[in-house]
């Protein structure tokens, strides 16, 4: 057992020379086997001479001393009769000095001892047992000390661990109050940022795209360069708030996970796509596409952002190849998009994953930074990983894994087949990714 630095323990008494209990009835029983030894052999020496005495007597019936003779054998029988009374008397004497010694060295000694160690199994670890009796005893009692001070003190650290242990979760129950207040405060930032800032935001677009349109080409080319300017620039701030806004929204807000059919949400993807995918000429094919369960709306947005990245960061004069293929693992579905485009340096396939990181400047790849950060949030939600590899062609491979539906299997007359984007213009703006 180990022992605390610094706790107390108690050292077993060391018996003094001569004073074992064993040694010292040893010699009791050794003294009376001798007193018993000597007063047998008087009686059997008694005895004995009796018997001549009788035999005597016997045979010289009539003779003159038969009177002293009669009188020397009722002397033996009265020193028989002694020697017996004397040997009782010292066996009941002997019981009684043995009986004595045992309940002062062993039955009260025992006695102490088991009170004070039934008073510790009652919890009284602060009382020390005191060292009673000698001997064997004396080293009993002070083992049973050394384990009742080993007791207190691993008491005393279970009571301060417990004491800790309430202390952290104490500390738990404020910050968990402490993550509700920031969360209260970041849903109430969400409703100032979705209408008191996009608001006016609005406006300023509204009012500089008019300014585009009617007095494009009446005013000079730096004129018409500081519109165009503004006009973007409230273009990306609408799409950035949008994005944190989507981005803080993951996770707070409990949806209920249904079967979604991705053959439908991969449509989706590509009819909002619609228009880069026409002027970039993009080729897009899938393998048939399972039903997944979570929710639909950020499950497209997922496909729709790993498919924007994948047209988007393509290599000059080289049209976009995208393949969203499946993998069935067993215990869930693995995704992934394979691309042709410029790819990612493995060093940095980590940090592409951080929110407001690029490895591009803007003006040669437009975005917010958030899409793939807002990919990696809804697939964690999701109970799901996203990871970038390395495509064989020298493109980039986002792979990522969603639960898996209850029962259900991917459909087997999915087209494969390559897909172009339709002809109808985008929706919403897709959520840019790095």
Known sequence: MSRPVGARTAQPRTARPGASLRGRVARLLVVATVVLVVILAVALVALARTDVVLDTLVAGSGAPDQEQLYAQARAWERLILAALILLTVGSVGLSLLVWKSLEREIIRPLGALAAASRAAADGQLDHEIPPVGSGEVAALAADVEHMRAELACQVEQLRASHAETERAHELLRQQAAELARSNRDLEQFAYVASHDLQEPLRKVASFTQLLAKRYSGRLDARADQYIDFAVDGARRMQRLIQDLLMFSRVGRVDVQAVEVDLEQVFADALAELGESLRATGAEITHDPLPVVLGDPTLLRLVLTNVLSNAVKFRRPDVP???????????????????????????????????????LHAKEVYAGTGIGLALVQRIVEYHSGRVWIEPAPDGGTTVAWTLPRAVSVAPPQDAAQGPQQGPQQGPQEGPQKGS
């Open 320 to 358: 976009p190849r995208v393949h969203v293929g499946v993998e069935d693992t067993g215990t869930a579905w693995q995704l992934s998009c394979t691309d042709n485009g410029i790819g990612i340096d493995p060093r940095y396939a980590e940090r592409v994953f951080v929110i407001f990181q690029r």
